[in-house]
């Protein structure tokens, strides 16, 4: 059994790996205090015997008070970054949680090597590092060709790449490849879309049109995805398509890039190096997380054209003169 992200669940499905999946509104789990009780109230229903938690941040909440509410015998999770979180008092409160804690290293590691290392202490095996391969699903209704797509939203303001970066870069990629651009994200990123559709007419926005399987088959079916730092380049990865990624220095290293023990394709990432890289995005050079930080908009379009340019060069997705 699975407890997943209503937000994914869809996606989890599709693998054979559990026959029953649950699935909770986080959003709603953080903020709605009856629903959060509703389900604390079911989770003891499932009469689980073990219940595993691998997340090596705290996520106390959302997380963490899930298994301690499931009254499980077996309650396993990661002993985490207890000496340096932010919210240290948070993680010591949580670990009260578990019946037993997977040791983790004190060096900084990506999350694939953080998720690698705990099923290695978990299991006593050690697993390579490939893409799970994906299973065939419902083809969904869209039907598109010779396209390219491009996600440019993400989950913090700070993170997004300027939208006449990406209207500047899609135009160009477009007079490079001769394919068409399709602009994708959610809901509240259809009027982000719809302002880059209108510098790029040529651009079809689907932005809060798409479900998440319709979304898995466009980037199945794309020659490359654009991205900021977000969940579309991981997709790519997962299905051995070429993504280009705009990414800041909040965080580097812990997703982006991969590291060299990924023995599937490589999100190419476009950044500008500063010496503040790792600042866990509280930046002292902004005043403000509802524009992009100077390490995400630094990162000029010549740049990422360049960039893009070189490896397109390298696939043959160039048009010929």
């Known amino acids: 059994?699975?407890?997943?992200?209503e937000t994914w669940r869809e996606l989890a499905y599709i693998f054979p790996f559990w026959d029953e999946i649950i699935g909770?509104?986080?959003?709603?789990?953080?903020?709605?205090?009856?629903?959060?009780?509703?389900?604390?109230?079911?989770?003891?229903?499932?009469?689980?015997?073990?219940?595993?938690?691998p997340t090596y941040f705290c996520f106390l909440v959302t997380g963490d008070s899930i298994v301690r509410m499931s009254r499980a015998k077996n309650r396993i999770g990661?002993?985490?970054?207890l000496p340096l979180t932010k919210r240290g008092w948070q993680k010591r409160i949580?670990?009260?949680?578990?019946?037993?804690?997977?040791?983790?290293?004190?060096?900084?590691l990506s999350v694939l090597l953080r998720n690698q290392e705990f099923c290695r202490q978990l299991?006593?095996?050690?697993?390579?590092?490939?893409?799970?391969?994906?299973?065939?699903?419902?083809?969904?209704?869209l039907q598109y060709q010779n396209y390219f797509l491009v996600f440019p939203g993400s989950n913090g303001s700070y993170k997004i790449w300027p939208k006449e970066y990406f209207a500047s870069l899609v135009s160009d990629l477009e007079s490079l490849t001769g394919l068409k651009?399709?602009?994708?994200?959610?809901?509240?990123?259809?009027?982000?879309?719809?302002?880059?559709?209108?510098?790029v007419t040529s651009a079809r926005n689907l932005a809060g049109k798409t479900t998440l399987l319709d979304?898995?088959?466009l980037v199945k079916k794309a020659r490359f995805v654009l991205s900021n730092d977000s969940a579309a380049v991981h997709l790519g990865a997962m299905l051995k398509v070429d993504s280009f990624a705009i990414v800041g220095g909040g965080h580097f290293g812990l997703f982006l890039p991969y590291p060299r023990e990924w023995q599937g394709l490589h999100p190419v990432i476009i950044n500008f190096e500063m010496p503040c890289y790792g600042c866990g995005w509280r930046c002292h050079l902004s005043n403000s997380a509802q524009s992009p930080f100077p390490c995400v908009k630094y990162i000029t379009p010549q740049v990422a054209f360049e960039v893009i340019s070189k490896k397109l060069l390298e696939k043959e997705y160039v048009k010929s003169n």
């Open 94 to 108: 949580a670990n009260l949680f578990y019946t037993r804690l997977v040791d983790t290293t004190p060096q900084p």
């Open 215 to 217: 979304t898995l088959d």
């Open 78 to 81: 990661s002993f985490g970054d």
């Open 123 to 141: 299991m006593g095996e050690n697993h390579e590092l490939k893409p799970v391969e994906v299973p065939a699903f419902i083809p969904p209704t």
């Open 1 to 5: 059994m699975l407890i997943a992200n």
């Open 24 to 53: 909770i509104d986080v959003k709603r789990l953080k903020s709605d205090i009856p629903y959060r009780w509703s389900v604390f109230l079911n989770i003891p229903r499932l009469n689980a015997y073990t219940i595993i938690q």
């Open 181 to 199: 651009p399709i602009l994708c994200g959610s809901e509240s990123e259809r009027d982000l879309c719809g302002w880059i559709q209108s510098r």
